[in-house]
T-cell receptor, first 113, second 114 residues
Framework: AQSVTQPDIHITVSEGASLELRCNYS??????LFWYVQSPGQGLQLLLK??????LVQGIKGFEAEFKRSQSSFNLRKPSVHWSDAAEYFC???????????FGKGTRLSVIA | EPEVTQTPSHQVTQMGQEVILRCVPI?????FYWYRQILGQKVEFLVS????????KSEIFDDQFSVERPDGSNFTLKIRSTKLEDSAMYFC????????????FGEGSWLTVV
């Protein structure tokens, strides 16, 4: 069965520090991978996606993610975190077509001064 | 930028009452979805809808749930007889037929059943 694991429930980083949020997936077919962000009281905003090609993908707000097939991972990174990045981050996996997305449990990011 | 809009943003209802959550998907999108997120838990798929019929549904989407596209713009989720455990954030989402599987989500409708 498809599954997504985000091993870190909560991460706290200092403003200006680098960030890496981990995501591991289990998926039988070739996966499509996504990162969404949810600010408090807000909906899910797409940060970036990977379908094929270059395994390092760039997204909005300075985020990037790298697909590593051998490790079944799709970790999200940002070189310098801003206080406005504090939010919940969800990794999701799907496939071509109408396959529903499967989400991880999310990682809550706190940013301190 | 076009967006998925949902109403109401928050609704409180008594157990056993019927609730209708409304969504206006992005105008050129053809696939529509409902997901839900119980507080503190992961986002879960409920149902997908295409060409005026359900294309897939999860185990959560039992007989108390129904979806409808009553006109060319709205997409609704009805919960016939709400239970306490239906309290959750309900997200509507949509996508085009040509954008791969990129799904765009609305801001959610927070349902509280008391």
């Amino acid at each position: 069965a498809q599954s997504v694991t985000q091993p870190d429930i909560h991460i706290t980083v200092s403003e200006g520090a680098s960030l890496e949020l981990r995501c591991n997936y289990s998926y039988g077919a070739t996966p499509y991978l996504f990162w969404y962000v949810q600010s408090p009281g807000q909906g899910l905003q797409l940060l970036l996606k990977y379908f094929s090609g270059d395994t390092l993908v760039q997204g909005i707000k300075g985020f990037e993610a790298e697909f590593k097939r051998s490790q079944s991972s799709f970790n999200l990174r940002k070189p310098s975190v801003h206080w406005s990045d504090a939010a919940e981050y969800f990794c999701a996996v799907g496939a071509k077509g109408n396959t529903p997305l499967v989400f991880g449990k999310g990682t809550r990011l706190s940013v301190i001064a | 930028e076009p967006e998925v809009t949902q109403t109401p943003s928050h609704q409180v209802t008594q157990m056993g009452q019927e609730v209708i959550l409304r969504c206006v998907p992005i105008s050129n999108h053809l696939y529509f979805y409902w997901y839900r997120q119980i507080l503190g838990q992961k986002v879960e798929f409920l149902v997908s809808f295409y060409n005026n019929e359900i294309s897939e549904k999860s185990e959560i989407f039992d007989d108390q749930f129904s979806v409808e596209r009553p006109d060319g713009s709205n997409f609704t989720l009805k919960i016939r007889s709400t239970k306490l455990e239906d309290s959750a954030m309900y997200f509507c989402a949509s996508r085009t037929a040509i954008s791969g599987n990129t799904i765009y989500f609305g801001e959610g409708s927070w349902l509280t059943v008391v």
